[in-house]
């Protein structure tokens, strides 16, 4: 196969083995092989096996974690002054809440307390 010359990884030597144990050459893309630029995988959810509903699941949590579905939730439509007011201040006491049960669940899960017991007498 003709193949695109590429730089090869850091830390790879210039040839590797297979699994038939044949060589080949690190560093060059060959062309039945999907491309490896960053914007391309930055971008794209394979779907294996066409299995499309575990591609469907994968692609909602990808973007569920970088928050994309719940700013087009919250650009969908128009939010009046106010409500936008609420929504930031219920935010802020749900994330001081949040931090002070970490904190309170930290202390009772640790195991060599003072007291074995706390709030027990």
């Not at 730089?7 to 030597?13: F, M, R, T």
């Not at 038939?20 to 690190?26: E, F, Q």
């Not at 994968?58 to 009046?80: A, C, F, P, S």
């Amino acid at each position: 196969m003709i193949g695109v010359p590429l730089k090869p990884p850091l830390g790879v030597g210039s040839e590797c083995r297979n699994s038939k144990g044949s060589g080949c050459h690190v560093g060059y893309l060959r062309f039945n092989t999907y491309p490896r630029h960053p914007s391309f995988i930055a971008r794209t959810v394979f779907v294996k096996n066409n299995n499309v509903e575990d591609a469907c699941r994968l692609i909602n949590r990808v973007l569920g974690k970088d928050g994309i579905l719940e700013q087009y939730r919250l650009t969908r439509y128009y939010e009046k002054p106010f409500q936008t007011r609420r929504r930031v201040n219920h935010e802020k006491c749900k994330a001081i809440y949040n931090e002070d049960m970490e904190r309170k669940i930290q202390f009772v899960l640790r195991k060599n307390r003072h007291e074995p017991f706390p709030g027990c007498h």
